[in-house]
């Protein structure tokens, strides 16, 4: 006889029956317990999710507020100082005296330049971060990228009153990139070596093959950086304490930060180590030109 059909004194029936609601009750509540558990895991992680992005969200717009104040800040003291200058020679305050006109005009156009060169510094730092892997490049000569390098550098050295080693090994390899970022980075990091250091100094500058990299590291013996401060370098803008107290120091402070967007796009590193009062060592690699590569 089936359940339905038995009589309700049939009690082993009926308890039978209440037994199988039973159990697919608990099946049911355990179902909907594991979908509100999932649903739950789910709305948590969104949450999280969104939390995240929020996150990211403010603190990319903080960057960009920052970055913002601080182009405006690092164009506003030389625009400020042009506005001056012509000024002064508009309003006939050296009117007569030619030799102290040429003195002014000569530092609104240094001014100027040191405009010029952080807009072209700041063009390639935004197409490197857009567009890295769109870069054009191709095999490149060492020894040729090096032969503008060093006559530029020592032209700077000299007026500065350095002197730089040139220790360039004589078998460089070929390496894959864009020429003028390529010479950029290197040029930019001699540059800060130079800039950085006590007239008489010496900056020592190698290059080398090494375990299918080409090293070139830049050694000088000038103000150094402190200990605390070796983690911002790379940041946009920064400089140090040591090198804002000489104010003879001038610079934007995007040296180095361009240099390692530079080196990442073509694949390499850069390191710097370096000692207060002692002196600073940067260490470049790029990988070595493979045949695949083109």
């Known amino acids: 006889m089936n359940c339905e059909e038995c009589k309700l004194t ?77 000024n002064i020679i508009l ?8 030799d102290k006109q040429k003195e002014l005009l000569n530092r609104a156009r240094e001014r100027i330049k040191s405009i010029t060169d952080l807009l072209n510094d700041l063009l390639i ?16 000569n060492i020894k040729e990228i090096f032969s503008t390098v060093i006559e530029d550098m020592n032209e700077f050295a000299e007026k500065s009153n350095i002197e730089i080693d040139w220790n360039i090994s ?4 070929h390496i894959y ?23 008489g100094d010496l900056v020592e500058v190698t290059g080398q093959e090494e375990n299918d ?23 946009i803008f920064f400089r140090g304490d040591n090198s804002r107290v000489d104010l003879r120091k001038e610079g934007m402070g995007l040296g180095l930060s361009l240099v390692q967007r530079i080196v990442s796009a073509h694949g390499g590193s850069i390191e710097v180590k370096s000692e207060l009062h002692k002196g600073t060592t940067a260490e470049i690699r790029f990988p070595v030109f493979q045949e695949k590569e083109k």
């Open 10 to 86: 049939d009690y082993e029936c009926h308890l039978k029956r209440i037994n199988n609601w039973h159990d697919n009750f608990e099946a049911d509540i355990s179902l909907l317990i594991r979908t509100l558990k999932r649903l739950n895991d789910s709305s948590v992680e969104a949450t999280e999710e969104c939390s995240k992005h929020y996150k990211e969200t403010v603190e990319l717009t903080k960057a960009k507020t920052r970055f913002t104040f601080e182009v405006s800040h690092e164009l506003k003291a030389p625009l400020a100082s042009v506005y001056n200058i012509i």
């Open 170 to 173: 004589a078998n460089c390899p």
């Open 213 to 235: 990299l080409f090293l070139v590291r830049v050694k000088d013996h000038g103000i150094g950086i402190k200990e605390e401060e070796l983690s911002e370098i790379f940041d």
């Open 91 to 98: 309003d006939g305050y050296l009117d007569g005296n030619i």
């Open 177 to 199: 990139g864009n020429a003028q970022l390529i010479r950029r980075a290197f040029a930019n990091v001699i540059h800060n070596s130079i800039k950085y250091s006590s007239p």
């Open 125 to 140: 730092f935004s197409r490197l971060e857009e567009r890295a892997r769109e870069l054009e490049k191709e095999e490149l």
